[in-house]
C-alpha cells in the first residue's frame, strides 16, 4: 500500500503563489494517473488537477491556467504549482491516484490559505 505525504501549503496573500510537494512512499511510475485534490470547509473534495503516466494532465476551468501539475517518477513525487491563488482556492490539499482516489491512501494534506 502506497502512502502520500503532503507538503508545501501555507498562508499566502491572493495573487500570490505555492508550491506543493507530494512523495509517494513507493513507486508511482506505474500507476495510471495520479491527481491532486482539495477540500474547503463544508464543501466536498474536488479534483483539481490530473496527470497521467503518459504525461497529459487536466484541470477543471476554476484553476485551469492557474495550476499545473507534474510528477517526478525517479524521485515519486507529485508536485502542484499554484499561481495566482484566489481566497476562494482555500482548502486541505491532498494527493492521491487519479481520478477518484483510494480509500486508505488519503494523506494528511497539506493547508493552503489565501487571504490578505
Known amino acids: 500500500q502506497v502512502q502520500f505525504v503532503e507538503s508545501g501549503g501555507g498562508l499566502v496573500q491572493p495573487g500570490g503563489f505555492l508550491r506543493l510537494s507530494c512523495a509517494a512512499s513507493g513507486s508511482i511510475f506505474n500507476i495510471p494517473a495520479m491527481g491532486w485534490y482539495r477540500q474547503a470547509p463544508g464543501k466536498q473534495r474536488e479534483l483539481v488537477a490530473l496527470?497521467?503516466?503518459?504525461?497529459?494532465?487536466n484541470y477543471p476551468n476554476s484553476v485551469k491556467g492557474r495550476f499545473t501539475i507534474s510528477r517526478d517518477n525517479a524521485k515519486n513525487t507529485l508536485y502542484l504549482q499554484m499561481n495566482s491563488l484566489k481566497p476562494e482556492d482555500t482548502a486541505v490539499y491532498y494527493c492521491n491516484t487519479g481520478p477518484l482516489g483510494q480509500a486508505g491512501y488519503w494523506g494528511q494534506g497539506t493547508q493552503v490559505t489565501v487571504s490578505s
Open positions: 496527470i497521467t503516466k503518459p504525461g497529459f494532465t
